[in-house]
């Protein structure tokens, strides 16, 4: 059973707390990365009183919350292999080297995005019923570039007479550029 330490990021500072000494190397890459993008971002709207990191045998978890938009968490599991990051209902997975640069590098750089509000989430419904997510970063000429879609099979698929709708959000925590 893998051993559970918690903390919480100071209201003062954007401090996490030092990570125990068997992190893989992987995990403590993302982790210190993580760290200084924080610092250098300073998110005044990450409600660093709710902020939380839980470190296990091969990994971590971590929750960064928004101090006013409960639905505005961003989620990270990061384990020796790969990391998941999102906000719900969308994620990207983080498993290989991309251009040169290594997955726990791309993962730290997607929170610093979702923090300036670069990400932009498309949530459509079928009537009131969740049918699909689309998420897209957003450049500096607000263009869209598509990144992912998550579909769910559900009977509101193919229930055309309900109308269609689609959410939009781009989620700002305050972060500096």
Avoid: N
């Avoid at 893998?2 to 100071?10: K, N, V």
């Avoid at 990207?92 to 670069?118: M, N, Q, T, Y």
Wanted: charged letters at 25%; hydrophobic letters at 40%; glycine letters at 6%.
């Amino acid at each position: 059973m893998a051993q559970q330490l918690s903390s919480s990021l100071s209201p003062v500072a954007i401090g996490l707390a030092d990570p125990p000494a068997t992190l893989p190397a992987e995990v403590g890459q993302f982790y210190d990365e993580l760290r200084a993008m924080l610092e250098h971002v300073r998110p005044s709207e990450l409600d660093t009183e709710r902020a939380a990191v839980s470190f296990g045998v091969d990994g971590l978890g971590l929750e960064l919350p928004h101090v006013s938009e409960a639905d505005w968490t961003i989620h990270a599991r990061v384990t020796r292999h790969e990391a998941v990051v999102g906000v719900d209902p969308m994620h990207e997975h983080f498993k290989w080297d991309e251009a040169g640069r290594r997955w726990p590098s791309l993962a730290v750089d997607f929170i610093a995005e979702i923090l300036r509000g670069e990400i932009e989430i498309h949530t459509e419904y079928r009537g009131t019923t969740l049918i699909r997510t689309r998420h897209f970063r957003i450049d500096a000429e607000e263009q869209r570039h598509e990144l992912g879609t998550i579909g769910l099979l559900r009977p509101a698929l193919f229930m055309v007479w309900k109308p269609l709708r689609t959410q939009a959000v781009r989620m700002r925590f305050g972060a500096q550029r």
